[in-house]
C-alpha cells in the first residue's frame, strides 16, 4: 500500500505521521507543498501542525497550496485522504468535508487523552475494527467543530460522523466533550466516506509506552481494509 | 545626536564605564558605538558581576563535550549522540508582556540549541509567580503559559516537565525561565567560533523591525513604577517563521558549507556578529543597508539594537552561497550577503557608504567591565525547637490535604495540558512526574530532564540552597531511573549591586559548585538574570537548575505510581525530622524562621547511586523523591497516580508521627517493591550502608495511617488537583 503525507510550511506531525505509517506497512512518501503532482497513492494524509502558522485561519492558506488542487482532484475521483487536527482544519476550508472548527470552547490548547466511540463502521477506515471505543490523543487549540442546522441534520442522515468524544464505556455526554464540538463530534466524513477528518491524532497512540495503543489497531486496520 | 556622559547613562552605562570607553577608542563613541557599547557591556551580556564567580563552577566531565561559553552545552550519550542543553531566563520582558515574553523565551532557547545543529527534542521549564492573592498574579501566570504554549506548540516541540512556584517575593518580578533539549550527532555539532578571511557573512530569518531594542539593558536594570512604559523592549514572537527556520537551518547543516553560525538573541546583530569575530579572533565587516528590515528609514542605531526575533548569522564558505540560498528560498526565509570577515580585529560598520562605527572586538569582550561586587556572607539560622502545644490539636489528614492543595504542590495538570507533550511521539514519561523523559528516536536509550529550585531554601541559607537544588535536581533523575550526567543554570537573583542579594548570589554558586562536583555533575551551560528587583524589593534567590541523564534502556524507566496492591513501600534514607523551612512550618505552623535541611553530600551519592543499583537489578516497581511536604505528601502523591491505597506503620523513631511525616530532610527517596524480592533489596541497601524504613504496603483505593487514622484517595486526588483549576477559574 502506498501512502503520501503533505508536508506544509508549519507542518510538524508530518514525520510521525511518516513513522507510523512505515509502522504498520505503508510505503510512504513525503510529498512537498509546492509540487503540483501527488505521487501514487492509496491513502493521502494531512498531518497536524500550523500550515502556514495558522495565520488568518487555521488551514486556510494551506488549503490553497499547490498541491492541494492534486488532493482534491483525488478526493474527488474517490481517493482516500486523511486529515488529522490540522489537516482536518485543511480539509474543512477546502469543502471536502462540511462545517467549521472553532476556537475550544475554554479557549485553551488541550493535550491529553480521550475516548472517541465509532458512530460508523460502514466505511474503510473503521470497517472491522472491533471496538467501540478508541483511546485516542488530541492535541489542540481549535477543534470545537461547529456547523449549521441544515448540515448537522445532513450529516447525520448520511451518516457523515465518524467519531464522538465519550467515556470509556462510549457514553457520549457533555462532560466528555473536551473542546464543545457540536454534538461532541471529533471526525467526520464527505458524503462518500472517502474523506475523514478527525482531531485525535492515532499516530501518537502506537506504542504502549507512549500513550497507548489504539491508534496501531486503527493502522492496522486501515491497511488491510485497503487491500 | 552628540553623546556625552548623560546619553551614556540614560543608556545604563555608569560614569566610570562611559570614561573607559572614551578611553579604549581614544575619542567620544557615536550615538551607534555607544549603543552597542551599551549592549555589550550590560549586565546580560557581559556577565560583569558573576563572571568572576561562575569561573569557580566545575564544568568539565567524561561526558562534556561542550562546557559554557558556546550557545549551550553538549553532553556525549553515547553512539557518537550528543544532546545539546541549556536554560535562560526572560524574566523582565514576561513581566511586561506576559505571552510575548514567555513565547520569545521558549523561542529564543530553542534557537541557541539548534544554532549548534541539534534538532530540539524537548522542552522544560520553570515558572515563579507572586501570590495567588497578588492581583497580577492570575493574569500573568495565563499569559505566560499561552505564551510557552503558543510558541512551543506551533514548533512541534514537546514540552515535557515544568516547575511553577509561587511566592510574594515575586510579587513585582516574576521569573520565566525556559529549558530545551536537542539531539545532534558528535560529529556534526556547529560553534559560533568565526574562522577564515573574507568569508561571507549571512543573514538569514525574519527581517529586522523595531521591536525589542534594548531589550537586553531593560534585562540589566531594576523595575519601578514606570516599567509599562518599557513595554516596547519587548519582542515579538512568530514561531512559524522560527518553524522554518529550523528546519532550513538543518537542511544547511547537513552539507558542509557552515563555518560559523550563532542566533541572533540579546543585543540581536550586536552581539551575533560580535561573539562570532571575537571567538574567532578575527573582524568583521557589515554594510548596513544589505540587512533586510521591515520598516522604512532605519537607522544603523536601531538595525544593531533591535532584538527582532527568529533571525541567524552565518559565516559561510566562499563559493556556497548560491547553494545556501536555494535552501533559504525554499523556506521562504531572507538570506542576505551583509559583510565578511577581515583581519582587522575590528568591528566596521557602514551605511549609504558611510563608515559608521569603528570598535575593536576585544574593547567589547574582553575589555568590558568585571567587578567584584561587595557581598556579605549569610550566617546559618538557628534551629527552631516545635513545641508539643503547636502541634497537639492538628490532624494529619487535615494537614495533609492542606498540603496536597498548596499552591507550591498542587497538580499542574491545568498548566501541563496546554503544552503539546506528545508531538514527536517520543514521550515516555509526561509532565506530573519526577522528570520527563524522551526516547532517543529510533533507539532503545531515552532522556531524562528535570527543572527544579527551592527559593525558601536558598533564601534561609543560600550556601544550603544552592547545593539542596543540585541534589533535588540528581535524585530526580535517579527516581526515574536515569543516571544524572550535567546541568545547567538559571541563577535568577536580585541587584548584584546590594551586598545581600551579592552574598545570596556568590553563595547559592558555591554551593551549586560544591554539590556538582562532589556528584560529578558538572555545569555545562546556563543564564545569569540579575536586577529581579522592583524598588528595593529583590526576589528570593532562585537559582533553577536543569538536569540532564541517561537511560540506557527506555524499558527500565520508572514512574511514580503505585503498581500494585501488597506491594512493600519503602524510605531511603534516613529521616531526622528536619522541620524548619518545611512547607509544614511555613504554612501550618506559620514559622518562616530556621535553617533548611542540610544537605550531606555523601549521602546523597550513596542513596541515589544504590537506588541506581536497585533499578538497574529490576528490584523497584515505581520511585519518587521526598521533596515539598515530607514523606506523606510524596505518598499520597504516589496513590494518587497509581490509584491504589498504602497502610503505613511509622517506623518506631523518637520523632514524633507529624515529624516523621512532614520533615523535609534531604537524599530520600520512596521506593515501591515486590515482598517476595525485600531481601535481595535489604541486602543492597545494607551493603551500601544505606538507611531505609519499611514504610507501609500497598492497598485498594484507602490511605491508612497507624491503623487510626484513614482516608480515600479520590479525597487527597481532589485536594491535589482542584486549586489551580478552581484559581484560574474564578
Same mark, same amino acid.
Request: with cysteine; net charge neutral.
Given at each position: 500500500?502506498?501512502?503520501?503525507?503533505?508536508?506544509?510550511?508549519?507542518?510538524?506531525?508530518?514525520?510521525?505521521?511518516?513513522?507510523?505509517l512505515?509502522?504498520f506497512g505503508?510505503?510512504?512518501?513525503?510529498?512537498?507543498?509546492?509540487?503540483?503532482?501527488?505521487?501514487?497513492?492509496?491513502?493521502?494524509?494531512?498531518?497536524?501542525?500550523?500550515?502556514?502558522?495558522?495565520?488568518?485561519?487555521?488551514?486556510?492558506?494551506?488549503s490553497?497550496?499547490?498541491i492541494?488542487?492534486?488532493? +482534491?482532484?483525488?478526493?474527488?475521483?474517490?481517493?482516500?485522504?486523511?486529515?488529522?487536527?490540522?489537516?482536518?482544519?485543511?480539509?474543512?476550508?477546502?469543502?471536502?468535508?462540511?462545517?467549521?472548527?472553532?476556537?475550544?470552547?475554554?479557549?485553551?490548547? +488541550?493535550?491529553?487523552?480521550v475516548?472517541?466511540?465509532?458512530?460508523?463502521?460502514?466505511?474503510k477506515?473503521?470497517?472491522?475494527?472491533?471496538?467501540?471505543?478508541?483511546?485516542?490523543?488530541?492535541?489542540?487549540?481549535?477543534?470545537?467543530?461547529?456547523?449549521?442546522?441544515?448540515?448537522l441534520?445532513?450529516?447525520?442522515?448520511?451518516?457523515?460522523?465518524?467519531?464522538?468524544?465519550?467515556?470509556?464505556?462510549?457514553?457520549?455526554?457533555?462532560?466528555?466533550?473536551?473542546?464543545?464540538?457540536?454534538?461532541?463530534?471529533?471526525?467526520?466524513?464527505?458524503?462518500?466516506?472517502n474523506?475523514?477528518g478527525?482531531?485525535?491524532h492515532?499516530?501518537?497512540?502506537?506504542?504502549?509506552?507512549?500513550?497507548?495503543?489504539?491508534?496501531?489497531?486503527?493502522?492496522?486496520?486501515?491497511i488491510n481494509?485497503?487491500? | 545626536?552628540?553623546?556625552?556622559?548623560?546619553?551614556?547613562?540614560?543608556?545604563?552605562? !555608569?560614569?566610570?564605564?562611559?570614561?573607559?570607553?572614551?578611553?579604549?577608542? !581614544?575619542?567620544?563613541?557615536?550615538?551607534?558605538?555607544?549603543?552597542?557599547?551599551?549592549?555589550?557591556?550590560?549586565?546580560?551580556?557581559?556577565?560583569?558581576?558573576?563572571?568572576?564567580?561562575?569561573?569557580?563552577?566545575?564544568?568539565?566531565?567524561?561526558? &562534556?563535550?561542550?562546557?559554557?561559553?558556546?550557545?549551550?552545552? &553538549?553532553?556525549?550519550? /553515547?553512539?557518537?549522540?550528543?544532546?545539546?542543553?541549556?536554560?535562560?531566563?526572560?524574566?523582565?520582558?514576561?513581566?511586561?508582556e506576559?505571552?510575548?515574553?514567555?513565547?520569545? $523565551?521558549?523561542?529564543?532557547?530553542?534557537?541557541?540549541?539548534?544554532?549548534?545543529?541539534?534538532?530540539?527534542?524537548?522542552?522544560?521549564?520553570?515558572i515563579?509567580?507572586?501570590?495567588?492573592?497578588?492581583?497580577?498574579?492570575?493574569?500573568?501566570?495565563?499569559g &505566560?503559559?499561552?505564551?510557552?504554549?503558543?510558541?512551543?506548540?506551533?514548533?512541534?516541540?514537546?514540552?515535557?516537565?515544568?516547575?511553577?512556584?509561587?511566592?510574594?517575593?515575586?510579587?513585582?518580578?516574576?521569573?520565566?525561565?525556559?529549558?530545551?533539549?536537542?539531539?545532534?550527532?558528535?560529529?556534526?555539532?556547529?560553534?559560533?567560533?568565526?574562522?577564515?578571511?573574507?568569508?561571507?557573512?549571512?543573514?538569514?530569518?525574519?527581517?529586522t523591525?523595531?521591536d525589542?531594542?534594548?531589550?537586553?539593558?531593560?534585562?540589566?536594570?531594576?523595575?519601578d513604577?514606570?516599567?509599562?512604559?518599557?513595554?516596547?523592549?519587548?519582542?515579538?514572537?512568530?514561531?512559524?517563521?522560527?518553524?522554518?527556520?529550523?528546519?532550513?537551518?538543518? /537542511?544547511?547543516?547537513?552539507?558542509?558549507?557552515?563555518?560559523?553560525?550563532?542566533?541572533?538573541?540579546?543585543?540581536?546583530?550586536?552581539?551575533?556578529?560580535?561573539?562570532?569575530?571575537?571567538?574567532?579572533?578575527?573582524?568583521?565587516e557589515?554594510?548596513?543597508?544589505?540587512?533586510?528590515?521591515?520598516?522604512?528609514?532605519?537607522?544603523?542605531?536601531?538595525?544593531?539594537?533591535?532584538?527582532?526575533?527568529?533571525?541567524?548569522?552565518?559565516?559561510?564558505?566562499?563559493?556556497?552561497?548560491e547553494?545556501?540560498?536555494?535552501?533559504?528560498?525554499?523556506?521562504?526565509?531572507?538570506?542576505?550577503?551583509?559583510?565578511?570577515?577581515? @583581519?582587522?580585529?575590528?568591528?566596521?560598520?557602514?551605511?549609504?557608504?558611510?563608515?559608521?562605527?569603528?570598535?575593536?572586538?576585544?574593547?567589547?569582550?574582553?575589555?568590558?567591565?568585571?567587578?567584584?561586587?561587595?557581598?556579605?556572607?549569610?550566617?546559618?539560622?538557628?534551629?527552631?525547637?516545635?513545641?508539643?502545644e503547636?502541634?497537639?490539636?492538628?490532624?494529619?489528614?487535615?494537614? #495533609?490535604?492542606?498540603?496536597?492543595?498548596?499552591?507550591?504542590?498542587?497538580? *499542574?495538570?491545568?498548566?501541563?495540558?496546554?503544552?503539546?507533550?506528545?508531538?514527536?511521539?517520543?514521550?515516555?514519561?509526561?509532565?506530573?512526574g519526577?522528570?520527563?523523559?524522551?526516547?532517543?528516536?529510533?533507539?532503545? @536509550?531515552?532522556?531524562?530532564?528535570?527543572v527544579?529550585?527551592?527559593?525558601?531554601?536558598?533564601?534561609?541559607?543560600?550556601?544550603?540552597?544552592?547545593?539542596?537544588?543540585?541534589?533535588?535536581?540528581?535524585?530526580?533523575?535517579?527516581?526515574?531511573?536515569?543516571?544524572?550526567?550535567?546541568?545547567?543554570?538559571?541563577?535568577?537573583?536580585?541587584?548584584?549591586?546590594?551586598?545581600?542579594?551579592?552574598?545570596?548570589?556568590?553563595?547559592?554558586?558555591?554551593?551549586?559548585?560544591?554539590?556538582?562536583?562532589?556528584?560529578?555533575?558538572?555545569?555545562?551551560s546556563?543564564?545569569?538574570?540579575?536586577?529581579?528587583?522592583?524598588?528595593?524589593?529583590?526576589?528570593?534567590?532562585?537559582?533553577?537548575?536543569?538536569?540532564? $541523564?541517561?537511560?540506557?534502556?527506555?524499558?527500565?524507566?520508572?514512574?511514580?505510581?503505585?503498581?500494585?496492591?501488597?506491594?512493600?513501600?519503602l524510605?531511603?534514607?534516613?529521616?531526622?525530622?528536619?522541620?524548619?523551612?518545611?512547607?509544614?512550618?511555613? !504554612?501550618? #505552623?506559620?514559622?518562616?524562621?530556621?535553617?533548611?535541611?542540610?544537605?550531606?553530600?555523601?549521602?546523597?551519592?550513596?542513596?541515589?547511586?544504590?537506588?541506581?543499583?536497585?533499578?538497574?537489578?529490576?528490584?523497584?516497581?515505581?520511585?519518587?523523591?521526598?521533596?515539598?511536604?515530607?514523606?506523606?505528601?510524596?505518598?499520597? *502523591?504516589?496513590?494518587?497516580?497509581?490509584?491504589?491505597?498504602?497502610?503505613?506503620?511509622?517506623?518506631?523513631? #523518637?520523632?514524633?508521627?507529624?515529624?516523621?511525616?512532614?520533615?523535609?530532610?534531604?537524599?530520600?527517596?520512596?521506593?515501591?517493591?515486590?515482598?517476595?524480592?525485600?531481601?535481595?533489596?535489604?541486602?543492597?541497601?545494607?551493603?551500601?550502608?544505606v538507611?531505609?524504613?519499611?514504610?507501609?504496603?500497598i492497598? /485498594?483505593?484507602?490511605?491508612?495511617?497507624?491503623?487510626?487514622?484513614?482516608?480515600?484517595?479520590?479525597?487527597?486526588?481532589?485536594?491535589?488537583?482542584?486549586?489551580?483549576?478552581?484559581?484560574?477559574?474564578?
Amino acid at each position: 500500500m502506498k501512502s503520501s503525507v503533505i508536508t506544509f510550511p508549519g507542518s510538524n506531525c508530518d514525520r510521525d505521521m511518516d513513522v507510523a505509517l512505515k509502522k504498520f506497512g505503508f510505503k510512504n512518501k513525503m510529498v512537498w507543498h509546492a509540487d503540483t503532482e501527488l505521487p501514487k497513492s492509496d491513502l493521502v494524509v494531512l498531518p497536524g501542525g500550523f500550515s502556514y502558522g495558522d495565520y488568518l485561519r487555521c488551514g486556510s492558506m494551506a488549503s490553497k497550496s499547490k498541491i492541494m488542487k492534486s488532493v +482534491i482532484n483525488f478526493a474527488n475521483s474517490g481517493g482516500m485522504v486523511m486529515g488529522i487536527c490540522n489537516g482536518f482544519q485543511i480539509l474543512v476550508e477546502t469543502g471536502l468535508v462540511p462545517g467549521v472548527l472553532l476556537r475550544n470552547k475554554y479557549l485553551e490548547f +488541550i493535550c491529553k487523552n480521550v475516548f472517541v466511540k465509532i458512530n460508523d463502521k460502514k466505511n474503510k477506515y473503521f470497517k472491522n475494527v472491533d471496538n467501540e471505543v478508541l483511546e485516542f490523543h488530541i492535541a489542540h487549540n481549535e477543534g470545537n467543530y461547529f456547523c449549521t442546522n441544515d448540515q448537522l441534520k445532513e450529516i447525520e442522515d448520511n451518516n457523515q460522523i465518524a467519531i464522538n468524544y465519550c467515556d470509556e464505556n462510549g457514553k457520549i455526554e457533555d462532560q466528555f466533550n473536551p473542546n464543545g464540538s457540536i454534538n461532541n463530534i471529533a471526525g467526520i466524513f464527505n458524503k462518500e466516506k472517502n474523506v475523514l477528518g478527525m482531531m485525535p491524532h492515532p499516530e501518537r497512540m502506537i506504542d504502549t509506552s507512549l500513550s497507548g495503543e489504539d491508534g496501531s489497531l486503527f493502522f492496522k486496520n486501515l491497511i488491510n481494509n485497503l487491500k | 545626536m552628540i553623546v556625552n556622559e548623560q546619553v551614556a547613562v540614560d543608556h545604563g552605562l !555608569n560614569k566610570d564605564e562611559y570614561a573607559k570607553i572614551c578611553d579604549l577608542l !581614544n575619542r567620544t563613541p557615536n550615538i551607534t558605538e555607544l549603543g552597542i557599547f551599551s549592549a555589550m557591556w550590560n549586565e546580560h551580556c557581559s556577565y560583569k558581576s558573576s563572571r568572576l564567580h561562575l569561573k569557580k563552577l566545575p564544568t568539565k566531565g567524561k561526558k &562534556v563535550i561542550q562546557g559554557p561559553g558556546e550557545n549551550a552545552g &553538549v553532553i556525549d550519550i /553515547e553512539d557518537n549522540d550528543a544532546i545539546v542543553f541549556k536554560i535562560e531566563s526572560h524574566n523582565h520582558p514576561s513581566f511586561i508582556e506576559p505571552y510575548q515574553g514567555a513565547a520569545t $523565551g521558549v523561542g529564543g532557547i530553542m534557537r541557541d540549541v539548534f544554532t549548534m545543529g541539534a534538532r530540539p527534542i524537548a522542552n522544560l521549564n520553570s515558572i515563579h509567580f507572586g501570590s495567588p492573592q497578588h492581583k497580577k498574579t492570575k493574569n500573568l501566570l495565563r499569559g &505566560v503559559v499561552h505564551g510557552i504554549g503558543g510558541y512551543g506548540n506551533c514548533m512541534g516541540v514537546p514540552t515535557i516537565a515544568g516547575q511553577t512556584s509561587f511566592d510574594s517575593s515575586y510579587n513585582g518580578n516574576i521569573l520565566v525561565n525556559a529549558m530545551t533539549l536537542g539531539l545532534v550527532k558528535k560529529n556534526k555539532i556547529f560553534y559560533s567560533k568565526a574562522a577564515g578571511l573574507n568569508k561571507p557573512v549571512i543573514y538569514v530569518g525574519s527581517k529586522t523591525g523595531r521591536d525589542g531594542i534594548h531589550g537586553a539593558s531593560m534585562a540589566s536594570a531594576s523595575f519601578d513604577e514606570k516599567i509599562e512604559e518599557k513595554k516596547p523592549t519587548v519582542q515579538v514572537g512568530d514561531p512559524f517563521t522560527e518553524k522554518l527556520l529550523l528546519e532550513a537551518c538543518l /537542511e544547511l547543516m547537513a552539507g558542509d558549507s557552515i563555518i560559523a553560525i550563532q542566533d541572533m538573541g540579546a543585543a540581536g546583530l550586536t552581539s551575533s556578529s560580535i561573539e562570532m569575530a571575537s571567538k574567532g579572533n578575527l573582524g568583521i565587516e557589515i554594510n548596513l543597508n544589505k540587512v533586510p528590515c521591515r520598516e522604512t528609514k532605519m537607522t544603523p542605531y536601531e538595525i544593531m539594537l533591535s532584538e527582532s526575533q527568529e533571525r541567524m548569522l552565518i559565516v559561510l564558505e566562499n563559493g556556497k552561497e548560491e547553494q545556501a540560498k536555494k535552501i533559504f528560498d525554499k523556506w521562504n526565509l531572507d538570506f542576505a550577503v551583509i559583510g565578511k570577515t577581515t @583581519k582587522s580585529k575590528r568591528i566596521e560598520l557602514y551605511f549609504n557608504q558611510e563608515k559608521v562605527a569603528d570598535i575593536p572586538v576585544n574593547t567589547l569582550v574582553e575589555k568590558s567591565p568585571m567587578y567584584d561586587r561587595k557581598w556579605k556572607k549569610a550566617k546559618l539560622p538557628k534551629k527552631n525547637k516545635i513545641k508539643k502545644e503547636d502541634i497537639k490539636h492538628l490532624k494529619i489528614i487535615d494537614v #495533609l490535604k492542606k498540603i496536597l492543595a498548596n499552591p507550591n504542590v498542587c497538580s *499542574k495538570e491545568w498548566i501541563w495540558q496546554q503544552y503539546d507533550h506528545t508531538v514527536m511521539g517520543d514521550t515516555i514519561q509526561k509532565p506530573g512526574g519526577d522528570a520527563g523523559v524522551i526516547r532517543i528516536h529510533g533507539t532503545d @536509550k531515552a532522556v531524562a530532564a528535570s527543572v527544579d529550585s527551592s527559593a525558601v531554601y536558598c533564601w534561609a541559607h543560600p550556601l544550603t540552597g544552592g547545593k539542596q537544588v543540585v541534589c533535588e535536581s540528581f535524585r530526580n533523575l535517579i527516581s526515574v531511573g536515569a543516571k544524572p550526567i550535567a546541568i545547567t543554570n538559571c541563577l535568577n537573583f536580585g541587584s548584584p549591586e546590594n551586598d545581600e542579594n551579592m552574598g545570596e548570589f556568590v553563595e547559592c554558586v558555591q554551593g551549586i559548585g560544591e554539590a556538582s562536583d562532589y556528584l560529578k555533575f558538572p555545569v555545562v551551560s546556563g543564564n545569569v538574570s540579575f536586577y529581579n528587583q522592583t524598588k528595593d524589593q529583590g526576589i528570593k534567590p532562585t537559582p533553577a537548575i536543569g538536569g540532564v $541523564g541517561l537511560i540506557k534502556d527506555y524499558k527500565n524507566m520508572i514512574t511514580m505510581d503505585f503498581k500494585e496492591v501488597n506491594n512493600l513501600v519503602l524510605v531511603i534514607g534516613k529521616t531526622e525530622g528536619h522541620i524548619d523551612q518545611s512547607l509544614f512550618a511555613r !504554612n501550618i #505552623l506559620d514559622e518562616k524562621n530556621g535553617p533548611p535541611p542540610e544537605i550531606n553530600l555523601f549521602n546523597e551519592k550513596n542513596n541515589g547511586e544504590t537506588v541506581l543499583k536497585l533499578i538497574d537489578n529490576k528490584l523497584i516497581k515505581s520511585s519518587h523523591d521526598v521533596s515539598l511536604g515530607g514523606i506523606i505528601t510524596a505518598v499520597a *502523591k504516589m496513590c494518587i497516580k497509581g490509584k491504589k491505597g498504602i497502610n503505613i506503620k511509622k517506623p518506631k523513631y #523518637l520523632i514524633n508521627e507529624m515529624e516523621y511525616l512532614f520533615s523535609e530532610d534531604q537524599g530520600r527517596y520512596i521506593i515501591e517493591i515486590n515482598k517476595k524480592d525485600f531481601k535481595k533489596v535489604a541486602d543492597i541497601l545494607n551493603k551500601n550502608a544505606v538507611h531505609f524504613d519499611e514504610l507501609g504496603t500497598i492497598s /485498594e483505593n484507602e490511605l491508612y495511617i497507624n491503623d487510626k487514622t484513614k482516608v480515600t484517595i479520590d479525597e487527597l486526588s481532589t485536594s491535589n488537583k482542584s486549586w489551580l483549576r478552581n484559581y484560574m477559574s474564578k
